[in-house]
């Protein structure tokens, strides 16, 4: 004998908690995605402003002899837009005379540092925020004062 014949389930739609889970699985997805993002833009930001530091150290190596004497010193300042600070040291460089000074070269060497630190205007004033800093030092053959 045959039992009698089930009928067919229907399963035209998800159920509630099929959707939910979808729901939930979904926001996880898009909040990690997010944050990749967000990683991406802060990268990018801190690599700009490293460039916008080491372009500036170089101008500034660059302008020793030309358009700055290379005198002895310090130097300091602040970009126009207050995001970047620079100092620019400039010192003689120690050399070896193997001929006991009897001879003096017409030029001297100077060391020039140029150190830029990027300014983080929403970085907590208390020193606990961390700062970025480009340093550039070269070697400058200045003529050497005649006494």
């Known amino acids: 004998m ?5 009928a067919p389930r229907r399963s035209d739609g998800f159920t509630l908690l099929e959707v939910i889970v979808a729901v939930i699985i979904a926001a996880l997805c898009l909040s ?9 833009v802060r990268a ?7 460039t916008r530091a080491t ?9 020793v002899g030309v358009e700055k004497t ?4 310090v130097e300091s300042g602040l970009t126009p837009d ?10 003689p460089e ?3 005379e193997a001929d006991g000074g009897l001879v003096r070269p017409p030029l001297e060497l100077k060391r020039v540092v140029a150190r830029v630190v990027a300014v983080d205007a929403g970085a907590p004033q208390n020193g606990t925020g961390r700062s970025r800093a480009v340093e550039l030092s ?5 003529p050497r004062q005649t006494p």
């Open 32 to 40: 990690a995605l997010a944050e990749v993002f967000a990683g991406g």
């Open 44 to 50: 990018a930001g801190a690599t700009s402003e490293y």
């Open 2 to 6: 045959i039992g009698p014949i089930a």
């Open 94 to 96: 120690p050399v070896d």
């Open 55 to 63: 372009a500036l150290a170089q101008s500034l190596l660059a302008g």
């Open 82 to 91: 207050g995001q970047l600070n620079w100092m620019l040291s400039i010192t």
């Open 70 to 73: 290379a005198s002895d010193g």
């Open 138 to 142: 070269t070697l400058v053959a200045v």
